[in-house]
């Protein structure tokens, strides 16, 4: 296997990623521009989120094939694919077919709306705090399956849509959430989105006034009130959604570790 070249420049070969005591905010590849680690994240009095459990991303399906492979030794083990059949269908991920990977076609979606990165019109500045709400409410059989997987996973997960900030922002608010992150960590987490986003060739061609681009505060803000509003915390949003204690309980434990 050829090493990857970030490692490479350390003189480390990407297949003792997983024994290293330390790991990447965000992976630098040269074909995915928002594959981030959960890791790091302080969830209560000597608790933090593990490195390297869990991986929130982009589109794969651009990657080479030493990328892949850098993945794979990151531990990655189970990669859940939120995207629709269209996104899909224009983009295979390329897990799908990797042997020694788990993968899982998830849609996270409500009836009717596609991407909505894509959309290319003038979009009112609430309508991605109206949409993660809507999939709040009306994507609870989704959130239940995503969290079932991700508890008979082994090893390290990856969940990804297209840009890696809408779907992939409420999954990973949800697991924050329920590990214990304080909520300005997980604003912040999802703050960041647009900073790696926007490096991506495709939306650098996208007019940058489009509110759908962005991953303001209070787009995710608005979606953490209405689970504290409406059922008091994360975990019982996902007790609500179907999601056991049990499975609650395998994710926290895949999550988190003392510090």
């Not at 050829?2 to 590849?29: D, N, Q």
């Not at 990657?63 to 993945?71: M, N």
């Not at 239940?144 to 082994?154: D, L």
């Amino acid at each position: 296997m050829r090493t990857y070249e970030p490692y490479a420049k350390l003189g480390i070969c990407s297949e003792r990623m997983v024994s290293l005591s330390f790991a990447y905010v965000r992976l630098p590849f040269r074909n995915a521009y928002n594959i981030r680690d959960l890791g790091g994240y302080s969830c209560g009095p000597g608790k933090a989120t593990k490195w390297g459990a869990f991986l929130r991303a982009d589109d794969l399906g651009w990657l080479e094939r030493d990328e892949i492979d850098f993945l794979k030794s990151y531990g990655i083990t189970t990669v859940i694919d939120l995207r629709g059949a269209s996104e899909i269908e224009s983009l295979p991920d390329p897990f799908k077919a990797e042997e020694g990977v788990d993968y899982h076609s998830i849609p996270f979606m409500t009836k009717a709306i596609t991407d909505i990165t894509r959309v290319l019109d003038e979009t009112p500045a609430s309508f991605l705090e109206n949409f993660y709400i809507e999939l709040l409410k009306h994507g609870q059989e989704a959130v239940k399956e995503i969290f079932e997987t991700i508890a008979k996973s082994q090893g390290s997960v990856l969940f990804h849509c297209t840009a890696g900030k809408d779907r992939t922002g409420v999954i990973a608010m949800l697991l924050l959430g329920l590990a214990g992150v304080a909520e300005p960590d997980i604003v912040a987490n999802y703050e960041i989105t647009y900073t790696y986003f926007k490096r991506n060739p495709i939306i650098q061609k996208v007019d940058p006034s489009l509110n759908v681009l962005y991953s303001k505060s209070e787009f995710i803000e608005k979606a953490i009130s209405y689970i504290n509003d409406s059922f008091g915390n994360v975990p019982q949003y996902l007790e609500s959604a179907g999601v056991s204690h049990e499975t609650m309980r395998v994710i926290v434990d895949k999550l988190t570790q003392s510090v």
